[in-house]
């Protein structure tokens, strides 16, 4: 028996499935090639696959990408359903309804924050460039023979050049 859960918002960004399953307590593990052979008893994951600790009848439940989402993978008879932590076992459906409302507050955290890293870096390298053309106009000066004095008006840099005879 299988089913199918649709979710308003598709679990696209892997780090942010993970801040959100962490969150609501679900204690995701990453399967890569380093203990793939330790919680692969059964066969059932995969390298790249996502477990949490709700368990149904066939193991461990998880997520695993396909066609560039995230899948949660179930069995759909509930009857026997269990959680290892001490949450409440919650049917796949309200289960997939917490997760969606809180990745899409997640995502929406996860994208301030890069905002917020453009445009710091945006700003680094506005400071760099003029900490260049600022070090290329005092090296040309005294190339010139000139000695420069460097003072600040209004959040700007002026070079004053001076060159005595």
Known sequence: MSAV????????????????????SYEPQLINSNNIIELNSHGRFQVGDLITNR???????????????????????????????????????????????????????????????????????RLAKIEATKNAAIAKAKEQGYSVKERHVNGKIQLVCIRRV
């Open 5 to 24: 859960i649709k979710t308003t918002t598709p679990f696209i960004n892997q780090e942010v499935l993970i801040r959100t399953l962490t969150k609501l």
């Open 55 to 125: 368990q149904d009848w066939n193991g461990l439940q998880f997520f695993r990408k396909q066609n560039n989402s995230w899948s949660l993978w179930h069995d759909a008879q509930e009857h026997s359903a269990r959680v290892l932590a001490s949450k409440k076992y919650l049917s796949v459906t309200k289960f997939i309804e917490e997760v969606d409302i809180a990745y899409r507050t997640e995502y929406q955290a996860f994208l301030e924050e890069q905002v917020e890293a453009e445009r710091v870096r945006l700003e680094a390298e």
